[in-house]
């Protein structure tokens, strides 16, 4: 507890007259950070929830390591793969490159993020908020492993001042920070967001992985699809995550996990996950059916992002709806328009981010109906 | 008559800063939002509309006395249109090139709810002299936020002024690249948002009541 000593033994330097009393906010963000927050109620009866939101926070967070680790090795595998040097790699070479590669994004995503917080709540002389805790894993999850940092900051510091700061904060943003940051960088630099060049790492770093040649390219399953070229993926690599793509949303048995785990405790909405998967469904029947689209309806549910927003983002539970049967209609219209969007739309072979910010949009209006018919109906029971 | 009594001249500095039509007023954010994405069309839009607010504003200051008020807009429309076709005309004989990028929105000042607002609420009230005075003031303030608008947008989603380059062809080599989404009105409306941000937290009090 020798931490815990420390903690106390400097807490008399940002109580009111210290000086560092101006940096109460970091100190506080840092002490229930690590330990539970020792401040109850003088007055009074209330209830806690013995699990407040910095403790879901790291319960979300610890559900996406999976994904993560399996995206590291990803990573090198992808990098060996293209150098047809798979042959030689060995697990801990491809999974250390992947590490070495993915450390920078993480790192700068941490930092840029959690200042712009620390900085914000010491302007407005508010608490710090550990809402930054999830987003600042899930962008580097959601982003090809080659996006250059300086554009990764823009669209970090971009997410979180326009989706969150400006709305007031955690817990009161429209639209998820991670995909807002995501969405910023697809729209601005497209060129480093879509396309066959960017799904790769192509340096060598610290000796491990191999360097690629500049042009070299690898389209996606998706954007195979959607330039009309037959995609040779088995459904085996897809579903283990073998397959070029965001460093997080590839590996289906991973995302799995992590939902195994963000169900288990309870922290994300079974209904809002099943949904999704149901209007994937749904619109992948429709479409195979008629069509429209050249893979099975169940591939489209485990390529691209699917998976990984339907576990982890659309059930973020302060930009899905608040109604329990609304979430039933939340995520089907997610799950449906994110396969309309990858089917109909051939600029955009993901959709999966822009149906999760457009459910996001829809969100309040329907909490508003499910709540209204409520009413209207309890009205009616009443007569 | 004093022309540049304390009077007039708040008429004409009010709009810039405390009674801005797009800060404060928040009119004529469509047209502001479409034709922002480079900065020449934008001072162009922008001197457009000052004319056009400032002489629709003397016309019917003018003839205020005379109009019978159950047909005001009617009249206060035909002045506008007609000075925006003249406008419009020159700018095709003149600047083609802009008038084909700024399109409907030449027309479409016609429209502009800030030349609608100032017909209504000042020249339907006022004096030639103070009339034309609100209407460069009003037009001039417009032109003001769209020149911010368009230079921030070109600069970043092109990296170009006026057509010319500012940002240097060793700042691509390093790895620079322009933001597509300047390019998108969805950017002017955030732009907007943080012009009108910083105005009212450093410029504009509102009434605490």
Redesign the interface.
């Known amino acids: 507890m020798s931490l815990r000593n420390y903690l106390d033994k400097i807490r008399p330097n940002f109580e009111k007259g210290g000086k560092l009393h101006a940096f109460k906010s970091v100190y506080d963000g840092f002490d229930t950070f690590l330990y539970v927050p020792n401040e109850t109620s003088k007055s009074g009866t209330s209830i806690h929830d013995a699990i407040d939101s910095k403790r879901i926070m790291s319960m979300v967070v610890i559900a996406l390591l999976p994904a993560m680790l399996f995206g590291m090795y990803n990573i090198g595998y992808q990098n060996a793969l293209a150098a047809g040097k798979l042959a030689d790699a060995t697990f801990w070479g491809m999974f250390l490159y992947g590490f070495f590669a993915l450390l920078p994004n993480i790192l700068v995503s941490y930092i840029v993020g959690l200042g712009i917080e620390f900085a914000w709540a010491q302007w407005k002389g508010e608490e710090i908020q550990e809402g930054y805790l999830v987003s600042g894993i899930l962008i580097p999850l959601i982003i090809p492993v080659t996006t250059?940092l300086?554009?990764l900051v823009?669209a970090i510091a971009f997410a979180v001042i326009?989706t969150k700061e400006?709305f007031g904060g955690t817990g009161m943003n429209i639209f998820n920070v991670a995909l807002a940051a995501r969405a910023?960088l697809f729209?601005?630099?497209?060129?480093?967001m879509t396309g066959d060049a960017i799904w790769v790492a192509k340096d060598s770093l610290f000796g491990l992985g191999y360097t690629l040649p500049d042009g070299f390219t690898m389209a996606t399953p998706l954007g195979e699809i959607a330039q009309g070229v037959q995609v040779n993926n088995s459904l085996n690599d897809m579903i283990i995550g073998l397959i070029p793509g965001s460093v997080g949303e590839t590996s289906v048995i991973a995302i799995t996990i992590g939902a195994a785990i963000l169900l288990w405790t309870n922290i994300a909405s079974w209904r809002t996950m099943l949904s999704v998967f149901l209007g994937g469904t749904v619109m992948g029947l429709l479409f195979q059916s008629t069509g429209a689209t050249s893979i099975q309806w169940y591939e489209h549910l485990v390529l691209g992002g699917f998976c990984f927003g339907a576990v982890f983002m659309a059930t973020d539970p302060v930009t899905s709806a608040r109604t329990e049967t609304g979430k039933w209609f939340f995520g089907f219209f997610i799950g449906a328009m994110a396969i309309i969007i990858r089917v109909l739309n051939p600029g955009y072979p993901e959709g999966m981010m822009l149906a999760i910010l457009f459910g996001n949009m829809f969100a309040p209006l329907i909490d508003y109906c499910v709540v209204q018919s409520n009413i209207s109906k309890r009205a009616k029971r009443a007569k | 008559m004093d022309l540049f009594s304390k009077q007039n001249r708040e008429v004409f500095s009010n709009p810039l800063n405390l009674d801005n039509p797009i800060m404060v007023q928040v009119l004529g954010i469509c047209s502001a939002l479409a034709v922002t994405s480079q900065l020449k069309p934008a001072i162009v839009m922008g001197l457009a509309v000052t004319i056009i607010t400032a002489f629709s504003n003397v016309i019917i200051s003018l003839i205020r006395n005379t109009i019978p008020n159950r047909i005001r807009i009617i009249v206060q429309l035909v002045v506008v249109a007609a000075l925006v076709t003249i406008v419009s005309q020159i700018l095709k004989a003149v600047a083609y090139d802009v008038s084909v990028q700024l399109s409907v929105y030449v027309g479409l000042i016609i429209t502009n709810c800030i030349l609608m607002g100032r017909l209504e609420a000042f020249a339907m009230t006022n004096k030639p002299w103070p009339s034309f005075l609100d209407g460069v003031g009003n037009g001039l303030a417009y032109a003001m936020i769209l020149v911010i608008v368009g230079a921030f947008r070109e600069l970043f989603g092109r990296g170009s002024l006026l057509g010319f380059k500012i940002i240097p062809q060793s700042f691509y080599d390093a790895g620079y690249m322009d933001n597509g989404m300047m390019a998108m009105p969805a950017m002017a409306l955030i732009l907007l948002g943080c012009v009108i941000w910083i105005h009212r937290a450093y410029f504009y009090k509102e009434d605490k009541k």
């Open positions: 250059p300086w554009i823009l326009f400006i910023f729209f601005s630099y497209p060129a480093k």
